[in-house]
C-alpha cells in the first residue's frame, strides 16, 4: 500500500511542475516552487496548490 501512496505523491508532483511551467510567473519563481516540491514532496505540493501559482490556461 505505501508504493502505491508513493506513485499518486510522484504523479501529483509531475502535475503541479507542469503546472508551474504554464504560469506566467519569472523563471526564478518558477525555479523556487519547483524546488520546494522536488526537496519537500507532500509538503510542498500542498504549499502549492494553495499558494501557488497557477497555470494561465483552463480545461
Known amino acids: 500500500m505505501g508504493w502505491l501512496f508513493s506513485v499518486i505523491i ?3 508532483d509531475v502535475w503541479a511542475i507542469a503546472q508551474i511551467i504554464n504560469t506566467n510567473t519569472s ?3 518558477k525555479l523556487l516552487w519547483i524546488l520546494l516540491i ?3 514532496p ?3 505540493f500542498i504549499i502549492w496548490y494553495f499558494a501557488g501559482p497557477k497555470s494561465n490556461h483552463s480545461l
Open 27 to 29: 523563471t526564478k519563481a
Open 10 to 12: 510522484f504523479v501529483l
Open 38 to 40: 522536488i526537496v519537500l
Open 42 to 44: 507532500v509538503i510542498g
